[in-house]
T-cell receptor
Framework: AQSVSQHNHHVILSEAASLELGCNYS??????LFWYVQYPGQHLQLLLK??????LVKGIKGFEAEFIKSKFSFNLRKPSVQWSDTAEYFC????????????FGSGTRLSIRP | SAVISQKPSRDICQRGTSLTIQCQVD?????MFWYRQQPGQSLTLIAT?????????ESGFVIDKFPISRPNLTFSTLTVSNMSPEDSSIYLC?????????????FGQGTRLTVV
């Protein structure tokens, strides 16, 4: 069965600091990987996704993630965070097929100090 | 993109009662998914609603507690039965559209349930 682990439960950073959120998945086959963000009181939004090809994926709002197959990882990064990045971040995985269920990690709360 | 409408958006219910949540999608989809997001936690998949067959439940969730209907390719309901305060949560309907690179999940706005 698929599973997703997010190592950091709560991360606190100052503005302009660099960010890296860890994500590891467990699944033996080909996967699709996602990062979603949930701002306070809002719905889930897709930040970026990986399907194949270049393992470095760029998303919205300056976020990027790197897929490392040998480590079963898909870490999220941002060179310089802003106060507006305060949110909950979820890593997710699905089998490489259409209409497959998506399994979410436990989430990482990111708090940015102004 | 997909437009997903959920009703009700929120409700406060008495212990022991049941609530049915409706999910309407703007176009036909093969599978619809129901998630629960408990306060301060991640999304947990409850079940996959298949049109024309019984829903497929994840470990820890049973049909008697969370019966699901899927009468057609654009609509599904989730019922939370015999509710207790532990069922207080946000319940989300989701669909997955596209193939390969275009695959993306879309979510309804959620139903915030409080059981008192």
């Amino acid at each position: 069965a698929q599973s997703v682990s997010q190592h950091n439960h709560h991360v606190i950073l100052s503005e302009a600091a660099s960010l890296e959120l860890g994500c590891n998945y467990s699944y033996g086959g080909t996967v699709n990987l996602f990062w979603y963000v949930q701002y306070p009181g809002q719905h889930l939004q897709l930040l970026l996704k990986y399907f194949s090809g270049d393992p470095l994926v760029k998303g919205i709002k300056g976020f990027e993630a790197e897929f490392i197959k040998s480590k079963f990882s898909f870490n999220l990064r941002k060179p310089s965070v802003q106060w507006s990045d305060t949110a909950e971040y979820f890593c997710a995985v699905t089998r490489y097929s259409s209409a497959s269920k998506i399994i979410f990690g436990s989430g990482t709360r990111l708090s940015i100090r102004p | 993109s997909a437009v997903i409408s959920q009703k009700p958006s929120r409700d406060i219910c008495q212990r022991g009662t049941s609530l049915t949540i409706q999910c309407q999608v703007d176009s036909q989809v093969t599978m619809m998914f129901w998630y629960r997001q408990q306060p301060g936690q991640s999304l947990t998949l409850i079940a996959t609603a298949n049109q024309g067959s019984e829903a497929t439940y994840e470990s820890g969730f049973v049909i008697d507690k969370f019966p699901i209907s899927r009468p057609n390719l654009t609509f599904s309901t989730l019922t939370v039965s015999n509710m207790s305060p532990e069922d207080s949560s946000i319940y989300l309907c989701s669909v997955v559209r596209g193939q390969d690179r275009n695959t993306e999940a879309f979510f309804g706005q959620g139903t915030r349930l409080t059981v008192v």
